[in-house]
């Protein structure tokens, strides 16, 4: 299964990015799918995830600023970020699950995202 992130960058702070994942060929249905972000000096956390239902989770740090959500049929994530601030700063990285646990959790090879005081 090939996990593929695109759209990080540089902005101010305040200004917004939009990331997008995509998780192809996979060989079993595609579950949970998530954000998570890593900083300089900091462990991997997670960002938000959300089910095929839509159920969403968010890290207290981005709840009312990101908002994430899903294409099914495309096997497919996004991630809205919007007033962004310069502790956003890190690579964001892509997991996709499936159903089963004997395949994945899967992992993109991340996307810079730095903001600027």
């Known amino acids: 299964v090939q996990v593929v992130e695109s759209g990080g960058g540089s902005v101010q702070a305040g200004g917004f990015l939009r990331l997008s994942c995509t998780a192809s060929g996979a060989t079993r249905p595609i579950s949970a799918m998530g954000w998570y972000r890593q900083a300089p000096g900091k462990e991997r956390e997670l960002v938000a995830d959300?089910?095929?239902?839509?159920?969403?989770n968010y890290a207290d740090s981005v709840k009312g600023r990101f908002t994430i959500s899903r294409d099914n049929a495309k096997n497919t994530l996004y991630l809205q970020m919007n007033s962004l601030k310069p502790e956003d700063t890190a690579v964001y990285y892509c997991?996709?699950?499936?159903?089963?646990?004997?395949?994945?959790?899967?992992w993109g090879q991340g996307t810079q995202v730095t903001v600027s005081s």
């Open positions: 997991r996709a699950d499936t159903f089963s646990v004997l395949f994945g959790p899967y």
């Open positions: 959300i089910t095929t239902d839509g159920n969403t």
